[in-house]
């Protein structure tokens, strides 16, 4: 196996449940459902082997369609894939949890999980609308759960081998740390925003520390122009080692240690994106020493998702 074929191909080694995350992620936030399906096919044709979805995106049905139309056209097994789904925010009452899961993997065509989140450590008012809002427009969060008792069944979930691993989303250091410290299954991966912009430097080192696989969301920065497809930096390097703008960034998340989520809409994008190679020790200590700090998604503070408004 050539270097660039080993690195695009990395998989990361769980704490719990014997899986591997491959370490490039094809994330399936795409509002437009038949966007959806045909980005998923151009992915797993790329080469992406990870899947990343959530009850919130409210695509998961296509998801399932195009990955169970993928793997028959393609000849590959369920096995060789990993895909992840996420508890939203409205169901993190423990007895919600189960049924939460069961319509994820339902709508996915799937009999397992390889790795299910709580998608942010945000409770909301428990029920079928994902966004719960009073009279003036305010979020109705639920006092009524801690993130402890929600974990709890998702241990159980694990326990009964409903899913392999079990994690956490849009979580801060500090938030994290209880949980671990009172995990019986501890978290084994953790999926945050994470870019030259915004490197979570801290949480990297205590994952890197305790065994648990960091899982940047946003590598490109969200795809947002002005941004960091276009810093100079990004680009005076992009022009030295012969690979696009994209492909630098996708390489350094990975080359940091950490696994990403990108999301390319066309087939020409997917292969553009699976195609990274190591970069130069030089170019990589250049970019890591960029000083521009932006974080462009505001869930982690509100649980509230949604990326801030383009050229803000
Ligand atoms: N846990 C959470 O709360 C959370 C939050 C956000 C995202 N996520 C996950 O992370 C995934 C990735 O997030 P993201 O969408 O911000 O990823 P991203 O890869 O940083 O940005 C995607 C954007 O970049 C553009 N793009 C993709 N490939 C490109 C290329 N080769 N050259 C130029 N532009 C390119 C696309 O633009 P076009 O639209 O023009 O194709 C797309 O809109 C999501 O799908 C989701 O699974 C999780």
């Known amino acids: 196996m050539t270097e660039s074929l080993e690195f695009r191909m990395m998989r990361m080694p769980l704490s719990h449940g014997n899986g591997k995350m491959p370490a490039l992620g094809f994330g399936t936030l795409i509002p437009d459902p038949a966007v ?24 998961e049905s296509e ?15 369920r096995e060789e894939i990993f895909v992840t789904s996420k508890l939203w925010n409205s169901n993190h009452q423990p007895e919600r949890i189960e049924g939460a899961f069961d319509a994820s ?13 709580i998608h942010t450590p945000f409770a909301f008012q428990p029920g079928d609308e994902q966004d719960p809002r009073d009279q003036n427009g305010n979020v109705i969060y639920d006092n009524g759960v801690t993130l402890l008792d929600t974990w709890r069944a998702m241990e159980s979930l694990v326990d009964r081998g409903r899913c392999r691993a079990i994690g956490l989303s849009d979580i801060s250091l500090s938030e994290l740390l209880p949980i671990y410290e009172s995990a019986r299954i501890k978290p084994a991966v953790v999926e945050v925003e994470a870019h030259p912009y915004l490197p979570e430097t801290e949480l990297l080192q205590f994952c890197k520390k305790n065994g648990v696989v960091f899982l940047a969301f946003a590598p490109l920065g969200h795809g947002m122009k002005p941004g960091l497809l276009e810093d100079p930096v990004i680009s005076a390097v992009a022009a030295r080692v012969g690979k696009t703008a994209a492909q630098v960034l996708l390489a350094w998340a990975v080359q940091r240690g950490t696994a990403l989520l990108t999301t390319p809409k066309t087939a020409a994008r997917a292969r553009e994106n699976f195609d990274i190679s190591p970069l130069p020790e030089d170019a990589f200590d250049e970019i890591s020493r960029i000083q521009t700090r932006q974080r462009l998604n505001q869930v982690v503070k509100t649980g509230i998702p949604g990326f801030i408004a383009q050229g803000n």
């Open 36 to 59: 959806t399906i045909s980005a998923t096919r151009d992915a797993l044709a790329a080469g992406f082997r990870h899947f990343d979805c959530a009850e919130r995106y409210r695509n």
């Open 63 to 77: 998801v399932g369609e195009a990955l169970q139309a993928g793997l028959a056209a393609g000849g590959i097994a």
């Open 105 to 117: 993997l339902k709508r996915l065509r799937l009999n397992y999980l390889d790795l299910y989140l």
